[in-house]
């Protein structure tokens, strides 16, 4: 079992920056991938971006690549998400995700491939 608890999220200008932290339970943090989605209002949840168990592989949405930035440090049992240059539409909750991904170091995109979620986080951006 894995407890996510995400935090970081807040009000923020258009531009400005923000770093989201997921905090995972447990001693089985080196055995997972990690994911993050973000739900916007009005809308079905989306993929943003992910980080292989090792850390030594990273996937991001196509529109985001560039801006966000996807780290995990496994000292902390925590995974990062920089978010640079924000705007209006990067406005929403924003969802950590986890899944046992032992003797494999793959990068899991979509939110069906994921077990364990944390309650999110609210991202608003003003412009």
């Known amino acids: 079992q894995v407890q996510l608890v995400e935090s970081g999220g807040g009000l923020v200008q258009a531009g400005g920056s923000l770093r989201l932290s997921c905090v995972a339970s447990g001693r089985t943090f080196s055995a997972t991938a990690m994911g993050w989605f973000r739900q916007p209002p009005g809308k079905e949840r989306e993929f943003v971006g992910a980080?292989?168990?090792?850390?030594?592989?990273?996937a991001y949405a196509d529109s985001l690549k560039g801006r966000f930035t996807i780290s995990r440090d496994s000292a902390k049992n925590t995974v990062y998400l920089q978010m640079n240059t924000l705007k209006p539409e990067d406005t929403a909750v924003y969802y950590c995700?986890?899944?046992?991904?032992?003797?494999?170091?793959?990068?899991?995109?979509?939110?069906?491939?994921?077990?364990?979620w944390g309650q999110g986080t609210q991202v608003t951006v003003s412009s």
């Open positions: 980080v292989s168990r090792s850390g030594g592989r990273t």
């Open positions: 995700a986890a899944a046992f991904t032992i003797g494999t170091d793959v990068i899991l995109t979509q939110d069906d491939q994921y077990n364990y």
